[in-house]
């Protein structure tokens, strides 16, 4: 079983082997828990929506392509 040793800012470090085995990246986040009298990292799962903001930047706007959309078909019923 591999040894870790914290820093004197207290981080951790994942040996190499054990990062790719479970595809830890640099960011991720971790849940620390205490079971049993033990230290636990539990994974946060992304939050989907997180991922995605920004993603319609410079897109137009849902509102404005709905309205636009009525108009023509207010137009086609007149």
Known sequence: MPVVTISS???LIIPADIRKKYAIK???KFEVQ???GKLVL???KEKPFVRLYGALKGETSLVR???VEHAGETEEEN
Do not use: I, R, T
Request: hydrophobic share 40%; charged share 20%.
């Open 34 to 36: 205490v079971a049993e």
């Open 65 to 67: 392509s709905l309205l």
């Open 9 to 11: 800012k207290g981080q």
């Open 42 to 44: 539990v994974p946060l």
């Open 26 to 28: 640099q960011g991720d």
